[in-house]
């Protein structure tokens, strides 16, 4: 029988939403098992097998100097590693931090701020090893994990395409929330994988996906004016899940001066 590829789950600073994606797979998890050697998966099982893995999952975002070390030895015991969620691809809801003093906070929060090992910023782990492919999402989409790891498997490139919201809308013949009742939502720049889940329910998109490729984040701005969101108003919209992205970074950012 042939070996089967060794595949690792891995948890830093995030809500571990995006490992029970995984769990969550239902009738699939009996085929990944027998594509798969889970061999290391805590949210899921103490067994433990040691790498090399052929195929690593992270989740969460870098936040701490043990685990800027500890994302540098997964990196090293994995063939390809796969970031899955807005905290591995963006630093997540926690790189809110990233435009105060966390120095304050510590003080401010803990009656032993000495006792806090913390880093100033929280970061992508894109930013510290290399990464053989992003899936965005809070939390991920089950379908696109699934051809993720079917990709790899079988050697091919993930079909998890870069087009906005809308394109999703559009398909599945949602009437567009702006247009039709001038309700502001992230559509045009926010990546495809929810299935345009908020603008079915005639609410705006909140960019849970983070940036599409090559977003226009000006434009969308300026029309959130025209719709009456005020500066305040639109650096929060960019200062959510993907805060930290770098084009909804510098957007809100753009806001955050005037």
Request: charged share 20%; aromatic share 8%.
């Amino acid at each position: 029988m042939p070996r089967r590829p060794t595949q690792a789950v891995w948890k830093f600073a995030s809500c571990d939403g995006c490992q029970l994606t995984l769990l969550d797979c239902e009738d699939e998890l009996l085929q990944i098992a027998e594509s798969f050697q889970i061999a290391y998966f805590p949210e899921a099982s103490r067994g433990m097998v040691e790498g090399p893995y052929d195929l690593s999952l992270v989740e969460g975002s870098i936040t701490t100097p043990a685990d800027a070390q500890r994302i540098r030895e997964v990196r090293a015991a994995s063939r390809h590693l796969v970031t899955i969620g807005a905290c591995a691809t963006a630093g997540g809801i926690q790189a809110l931090r990233n435009f105060r003093d966390v120095e304050e906070f510590r003080r401010i929060v803990y009656a032993r701020p000495d006792y806090i090992d913390t880093l100033a910023n929280s970061t992508a782990i894109a930013d510290h090893v290399p990464v053989d492919f992003e899936l965005q999402g809070c939390p991920i989409d089950r379908g696109q994990l699934l051809d993720v790891m079917a990709a790899f498997l079988h050697d091919r490139r993930p079909n998890v395409r870069a087009h906005s919201v809308c394109i999703e809308c559009k398909r599945a013949g949602i009437t567009c929330v702006m247009v039709a009742h001038g309700t502001p939502c992230l559509g045009p720049v926010t990546h495809a994988g929810c299935g345009a889940l908020c603008p079915s329910y005639t609410r705006g998109c909140y960019g849970c996906f983070g940036p599409m490729e090559a977003p226009n984040t000006a434009a969308l701005a300026s029309w959130l004016q025209k719709l009456g969101v005020d500066h305040p108003d639109l650096l929060r919209v960019f200062r959510t899940f993907n805060a930290n992205a770098a084009a909804f970074r510098a957007e809100s950012e753009s806001h955050d001066r005037q």
